[in-house]
């Protein structure tokens, strides 16, 4: 009797929670569809809300903000530049603004979460237009063909800013749908190459200038490694690069390919940014793996992972000789800059400065860049003020703003020099700014815009607090010298490519690096069974998918304009 | 009679359900209602519907089960699965039963609790924090042991990054990680062996390993058993952080094991459906194992875990 008399306490309890939990969850997701649709269909008159462009009553919308979690920062949600801000938008269209933070290393996975969670912010920001396209495949994102169009008297400042070509960019020409906006870059430098100058000098060598000259200048630096490091010697590496070689030896890779490339060719094998199946990677990496195997780079760098900063430190320590990496990282972070780190421990004539070595057939520089897009900005479905965020972004792209939020008050966080030129100075405190030019908070713009373009020009070189602003200006003149600017192929959804991002960057970095550390014998069988490997996992598949919409879209056009 | 009976019991113990219910509610809540969310395996999964709306897939919603079976990296996943698992289990099961044989031997009170707390320390680091410490020491070019075997005149030893050494590797710092912890169930059941029987055996001449062999290895001979089925049901379980921290490009071909694949395609390729079966698919054949097991060791006569 007792044990019969627990069961059915048991069963009850069971049957009470299952009711009350399965009930709450089955809800959730069927509330936020429905709020989705009523928004959509009400879009067009929303627009009369505005009283003097202006809302009536107050609205609320959350805005995502990256959290790079830097030492002595300050709350990324709560700073006086979000307060700026959330005055701004509340004095100039009676919207109220919070903001969402979400770490910057791990934005796919957290917004992810967000989205299924239902908790996503209204505007939402990343990097990833794969994580957009499935969300936006399963109802989660707003479309927002109809809002710029409608809205577009109410947006001048950011049809201003983005123009056609960024807001258009990611329309798709089939369905004419859009998901997200693109961001636009105010400066496209990529990448550069960076050389110990002091080394150079005590050896009496000049900044090498073609592919040939930079590697024997490497290995003058192995063969002198007593002479520069001295005690240190074994801990030199003449060119550094990291795991994600790719990117680290991106000018190499792209001096081996052929600057005439046809526009189809390019976006054919264009699906990976880091140029895996373009025509030329493989002999660029082939000469990689040789100056691996002559004990010219760092040996363990397949064992430490992004965001890892052991190579950061041997950078600073000196050990390391030249590397290539974004135009300006020796520049990066003020007082805890490379270069400023470098100078105050190992000498001050020991510095790195940029140069372009890496010449192609042709006797150009050649570096590939995509049109000015950057971060890609969406509203998922869950969003119920599709227009006050709107007008959010347009709030955010006018001129005034943009300047404020990148350079601050003068005497905090810049000085004004007798040149004209904004020097950025490291603020402290709340005044602090959490990412350079507070990118994170300016959505709509990456790089440095002031109102005035010539003072933008002049500043620039003055915006890295600690760093020499000649160099800064030497690595911009760089990283602009020879662009070829790539033609966007906007042929619509490749359905191939749903999903598979990660999975085809991991194969891509296994690729790279087992060809640079594999014996020069074996290169071409690593490199190719590697290379099948990555086609076989949906690699193939995109290209096909690829031409064919190519060829539905150009017919047989083999450059765009 | 029956009615006032019970009135009485519950007057009596309703406490005692009170206490009760909150780990019943725990249980429900965390470990059976998601069971409903089994289902996306079969399903097209959807951000905006709930998961009793989400459409059936196609193959009877088999389809992303073999998707899996078709997929080269599924099945590379499930073959370093086993084979990990399987070197965890040879190598890594029996370490704590010798470890806890030998502290058992010791005499010394203050020498053997030392001994032990110090092996349990490694249960408590986070794979995070272990990886950091292999890397100082592994390293080829700056890890403390490559650089003793250099200095001794030795070629480096590529303990993290060529395939074979990396097993060995990731197998051996398993082994320190667990045998510490796991020891500590086995230690229990020898204090529970009655200090007769050894009594008894030395008055019969028996030495140490004789006793160690007749009556402390018989004496948790159970708690063995049921240790060793559930290590069973475990086989193509897979922690994450373990594998994931250490794994590299240069050793995928070993590395990738089912739990970083559903990371790499389910959460970070947003294919939740995918990594749903897989999951179901690890849990079915987990069950299966642990039924083998369990039924096997009745047969040969033990009591098995249930």
């Not at chain 1, 969850?25 to 989705?36: E, K, L, S, Y």
């Not at chain 1, 009676?94 to 239902?118: C, D, H, K, S, Y």
């Not at chain 1, 590939?368 to 971060?375: E, N, T």
């Not at chain 1, 069974?529 to 056009?557: F, H, K, V």
Request: a negative charge; hydrophobic letters at 40%.
């Amino acid at each position: 009797m007792k044990k019969k008399f627990l069961s059915l306490a048991l069963a009850g309890a069971m049957a009470l929670s299952m009711v009350a939990c399965g009930g709450a969850q089955d809800n959730a997701p069927a509330a936020t569809t429905d709020t989705g649709a009523t928004t959509d269909t009400t879009a067009p008159e929303v627009a009369s809300e505005l009283v003097d462009g202006k809302f009536a009553d107050t609205r609320h919308i959350t805005v995502e903000v990256y959290d790079r979690s830097i030492d002595g920062g300050s709350d990324v949600t709560n700073n006086k530049y979000t307060d700026y801000i959330k005055q701004g938008m509340l004095d100039k269209y009676n919207v109220e603004v919070e903001f969402v933070a979400v770490p910057r290393w791990t934005e796919v996975e957290q917004i992810n979460n967000l989205l299924a969670a239902g908790d996503a912010p209204d505007i939402c920001v990343t990097y990833d237009y794969a994580t957009i396209q499935t969300y936006a495949n399963m109802g989660g994102v707003l479309n927002l063909a109809d809002y710029v169009d409608t809205y577009k008297s109410d947006l001048p400042e950011l049809w201003d800013w983005l123009t056609e070509y960024n807001m258009y960019y990611d329309k798709d020409p089939n369905t004419g749908n859009l998901w997200a906006l693109e961001a636009k870059l105010a400066v496209s430098n990529r990448i550069v190459t960076f050389i110990r100058q002091d080394w150079l000098d005590e050896l009496g060598l000049q900044a090498p200038t073609t592919t040939e000259e930079f590697e024997k200048t490497m290995v003058a630096f192995k063969d002198n490694a007593d002479k520069l490091l001295g005690a240190d010697a074994s801990k030199m590496v003449p060119y550094s690069a990291s795991y994600d070689i790719g990117w680290r030896t991106a000018t190499l890779i792209e001096s081996f390919i052929d600057e005439n490339v046809t526009d189809k060719e390019y976006y054919l094998n264009g699906y990976d940014d880091r140029k895996l199946t373009e025509n030329g990677t493989k002999e660029a990496i082939r000469l990689v793996n040789k100056w691996y195997n002559d004990g010219l780079m760092w040996n363990d760098f397949t064992l430490y992972g992004s965001g890892d900063s052991t190579e950061d430190d041997m950078m600073k320590a000196g050990y390391v000789g030249a590397f290539t990496h974004n135009w300006d990282y020796p520049f990066r972070n003020g007082e805890d800059s490379i270069n400023h780190v470098l100078e105050s421990t190992v000498g001050p004539d020991a510095k790195f400065v940029p140069i372009d070595p890496f010449k192609n057939a042709n006797g150009n520089y050649t570096k590939f860049v995509s049109g000015p897009i950057d971060r890609k900005i969406f509203f998922p479905s869950t969003n119920d003020e599709p227009l006050a965020s709107m007008l959010y972004l347009n709030f955010i792209s006018s001129p005034e703003v943009i300047e404020y939020l990148q350079i601050g008050d003068e005497g905090v966080t810049h000085n004004v020099l007798e040149s004209g030129a904004i020097e950025i100075v490291a603020a402290t405190g709340d005044a602090i700014q959490n990412s350079g030019f507070n990118i994170d908070y300016t959505i709509t713009c990456n790089g440095l815009k002031l109102q005035d373009q010539a003072k933008t020009d002049l500043s620039r070189a003055y915006s890295y607090a600690f760093n020499d602003p000649e160099l800064v200006q030497k690595a911009h003149e760089i990283a602009n010298t020879d662009l070829k600017v790539i033609a966007h192929a906007s042929v619509g959804e490749i359905t191939a490519e749903s999903g598979m991002g990660d999975v085809l960057s991991s194969q891509r970095d296994v690729v790279y690096d087992q060809a640079v550390v594999c014996k020069p014998a074996d290169f071409d069988s690593v490199w190719d069974s590697n290379i099948q490997t990555y086609l076989g996992m949906g690699g193939q598949a995109i290209m096909d998918e690829r031409a064919s919409a190519w060829e539905a879209t150009y017919g047989s056009t083999e450059n765009l304009q | 009679m029956k009615k006032s009976n019970r009135l009485a019991y519950i007057k009596r113990y309703w406490q005692l359900y009170a206490l009760l219910l909150l780990p019943i509610i725990y249980l429900i809540v965390f470990k059976y209602v998601p069971m409903a969310y089994i289902q996306i395996a079969f399903k097209d999964y959807s951000i905006v519907q709930s998961v009793w709306e989400m459409p059936v897939t196609s193959n009877h919603g088999f389809k992303y089960f073999l998707q899996a079976f078709q997929n080269k990296n599924f099945l590379l996943a499930l073959r370093n699965t086993i084979s990990l698992n399987l070197l965890d289990l040879v190598i890594g099961f029996p370490a704590p039963i010798i470890f806890a044989l030998i502290l058992n031997e010791l005499s010394f009170k203050y020498f053997k609790k030392t001994v032990q707390t110090i092996a349990y320390m490694p249960h408590f680091l986070s794979w995070v924090i272990i990886y950091g410490v292999a890397l100082q020491l592994f390293a080829p070019s700056t890890g403390f042991i490559n650089m003793l075997i250099t200095n001794m005149g030795f070629e480096t030893v590529p303990f993290l990054n060529e395939s074979a050494h990396w097993v060995r590797t990731y197998i051996g710092v398993g082994v320190w990680q667990s045998f510490g912890w796991n020891s500590i169930i086995y230690l229990a059941a020898i204090a529970g062996i009655s200090p007769e029987l050894y009594e008894a055996a030395s008055v019969d001449g028996a030495g140490r390993f004789r006793k160690m062999w007749h009556i402390t290895l018989p004496g948790i001979k159970p708690t063995i058993v049921v240790l060793l089925i559930m290590a069973l049901g475990n086989i193509l379980g897979s922690s994450f952080d373990r594998p994931f921290v250490f794994q590299n490009n240069l050793v995928m071909d070993v590395a990738e094991v089912l739990s970083t694949f559903v990371y790499k395609y389910g959460i970070k390729g947003l294919q939740f459906s995918l990594s749903t079966a897989v999951g179901l698919f690890q849990s079915v054949v987990g069950v299966i194992f642990l039924l083998l097991a369990n039924w096997l060791s009745r047969r040969l006569g033990e009591r098995g875990i249930w």
